[in-house]
């Protein structure tokens, strides 16, 4: 079945980068999307990649596929205190391709 | 656009009260979702509807739960009767297609 895998948590010095791993099952999803949630507030879209790109970079974040071992990452470049959130990768299930199937997510903690 | 809006942002009911959740999706989005949010089981797919109609209502717990979207501009959840386990945060999303979602700020429900 459709199943969407990432690591609880990650805690990064400010300045650093950060790279949130995520692993899908299905390898028909067309996209794979980040999103972003802050406290208290509702899931906001970061980022997506084509499913036939290898690579996308959007200033300060870079997402890399690797389609043939379904693996997909988030890298955020000079970590600032303000990118800490959970961060949840998404895939289009085969169900419609409009269904997205979400991770548990990973939290990030940025500390000084 | 004022983005997805749902209310209320909190409910707090008794246990075998009617729940009723209201979702207003971005004005010319096909597809509206429902998705629960709990620190146990994630985010969970409700059901979904595309140009009004229901398409996949596979995630709804039970018989407890039943959504409408009488217009492109509307949509509600209803629980009836609710439960304490039905305590959650809500999530109403709308899309165009498959260009990614975007979430309400959701509503905290808490049945006591």
């Known amino acids: 079945g459709e199943d969407v895998e990432q690591s609880l948590f990650l805690s990064v010095r400010e300045g650093d980068s950060s790279v949130i791993n995520c692993t899908y099952t299905?390898?028909?999803?067309?996209?794979l999307y980040w999103y972003k949630q802050e406290p208290g507030a509702g899931l906001q879209l970061l980022t997506y990649i084509f499913s036939n790109m290898d690579m996308k970079q959007d200033q300060r974040l870079t997402v890399l596929l690797n389609k043939k071992d379904k693996h997909l990452s988030l890298r955020i470049a000079d970590t600032q205190t303000g990118d800490s959130a959970i961060y949840f990768c998404?895939?289009?299930?085969?169900?419609?391709?409009?269904?997205?199937?979400f991770g548990a997510g990973t939290r990030l903690a940025v500390h000084p | 656009d004022a983005g997805v809006i749902q209310s209320p942002r909190h409910e707090v009911t008794e246990m075998g009260q009617e729940v009723t959740l209201r979702c207003k999706p971005i004005?010319?989005?096909?597809?509206l979702f429902w998705y629960r949010q709990t620190m146990m089981r994630g985010l969970e797919l409700l059901i979904y509807?595309?140009?009004?109609?229901?398409?996949?209502d596979s995630g709804m717990p039970e018989d407890r739960f039943s959504a409408k979207m009488p217009n492109a501009s509307f949509s509600t959840l209803k629980i009836q009767p609710s439960e304490p386990r039905d305590s959650a945060v809500y999530f109403c999303?709308?899309?165009?297609?498959?260009?990614?979602?975007?979430f309400g700020s959701g509503t905290r429900l808490t049945v006591v």
């Open positions: 999303a709308s899309s165009l297609g498959d260009r990614g979602y975007t």
């Open positions: 998404a895939e289009s299930g085969t169900g419609g391709y409009n269904k997205l199937i």
């Open positions: 509807f595309n140009n009004n109609v229901p398409i996949d």
């Open positions: 004005s010319g989005h096909d597809y």
């Open positions: 299905d390898s028909s999803s067309t996209y």
